[in-house]
């Protein structure tokens, strides 16, 4: 309870699905909290049911492309972010080549949407940057 009052919020209202546990625990980590694993637990996830139930099977790779650059962005300082961004475009066009290659072109639309919709909707999740790609690590 006390790492959700200190966090200016807890997840993401703007994320619709996917990198909503990242962010959060980028944001954790940066504020100084510590994220333990706890072999014993047991979660129920009960997978893509958001992504199901609006019947928007073929936008997840847009959804998941859009909130994975929201997430950096609004977790690095902006110099961090620039140099960081023409890896990540790099990265997703060899990938996009890749399910062309094995026959899902449909991915390639779908990054270009993601991307677009991270470029005109970022202004929706902005906030101070304090993270730090070290943050990321185990």
Known sequence: RRVFDELDEGFCRFYFTYFEE????????SAGFKIIYAPKAVVYHKGSVSIKVNKKVSTQDMFSIRNKYLTYYRNLPRSHFAAVLPIMILYDIARAGKHTIKGNPAFVVNFAAGLGKFVKERHKVDRPRNGRLSDLRW
């Open 22 to 29: 990242v962010d959060l625990s980028w944001r954790m980590r």
